[in-house]
């Protein structure tokens, strides 16, 4: 099974790459499951019933989120519709909209289990992921899938790492994001899981980390609240291709996809 995991698809810029872009990596890659990030996907804070629906209507299976999942007031009821394609990290309190989990499945039938959790270090405190994890893990295995992939929206590096750690051999691939800035440390542990710090971001390079740099700086310069609004230009897709054994859940190779959405 190969999935094409999307990092942090972030405002209008980021659903347009992904809309233009993911038809044609599809079947350049030969993906058979596609996952993204949606958090920023509106106005690059929270993701709206409709910015979902266009991500998901560009070929993408399952939609995660992070810190900003409930900055859109009418996602709660989205995220409790049946049959969501769009989840939200596992250890948030009980009772909140939604779930941390849910199973996508290839045309022929393989399953594939996805995860959310976010992370704790230098963000707020909720319940602890290591432990949401692993009940994660059981309900999913419950549910008859052997590959799981692990969407870990966190800050540090630190806990990123431990994370995959942690989980090394429970899971297929554990990927970070949230930083909107890829890394260079893809890999796969010793247990057969995939591993990478952060995927990036789907959106506007030229920015501070998809936001105008002018009102970043501002911001900065003068330490008074400014409102962020997303750049335009230069727009990439970040990615991640994760090929998975079928037969044993462990990942066989996870390579970077970096590709440029080309002004028209």
């Not at 999942?69 to 989840?87: H, Q, T, V």
Request: hydrophobic share 45%.
């Amino acid at each position: 099974m190969r999935v094409l995991f999307l990092g942090d698809v972030f405002g209008k810029p980021g659903r347009q790459a992904v809309q233009r872009l993911v038809p044609r990596l599809i079947a350049r890659l030969g993906a058979d499951l596609v996952i993204a990030n949606a958090e920023n996907a509106s106005n690059g804070v929270g993701v709206s019933p409709d910015a979902a629906d266009e991500i998901l209507a560009s070929e993408v299976d399952l939609l995660t989120g992070g810190n900003h999942i409930w900055s859109k007031r009418e996602i709660g009821p989205y995220l409790d519709a049946p049959g969501a394609r769009l989840i939200r990290p596992a250890n948030y309190p009980a009772g909140a909209p939604g779930k941390g989990h849910a199973v996508v499945a290839t045309p022929d039938g393989r399953k594939l289990g996805v995860m959310n959790l976010e992370g704790r270090v230098f963000m707020k405190t909720l319940d602890d992921p290591f432990t949401s994890a692993l009940a994660e893990i059981a309900a999913l295995k419950a549910e008859g899938c052997r590959a799981i992939l692990v969407d870990f929206h966190a800050e540090a590096t630190s806990e990123k790492a431990a994370m995959a750690h942690h989980l090394d051999g429970k899971v297929s691939a554990v990927v970070g994001t949230h930083t909107h800035v890829q890394t260079a440390d893809e890999r796969l542990l010793a247990g057969g899981t995939a591993f990478i710090s952060d995927v990036g971001m789907c959106g506007p390079r030229d920015s501070v980390i998809g936001v105008r740099k002018e009102l970043v700086l501002e911001r900065f310069l003068t330490q008074r609240p400014v409102t962020f609004e997303p750049a335009k230009k230069d727009v990439w897709l970040n990615a991640v291709l994760i090929e998975i054994d079928d037969a044993t859940g462990r990942a066989k190779s996870i390579v970077r996809v970096q590709e440029k959405l080309e002004e028209q």
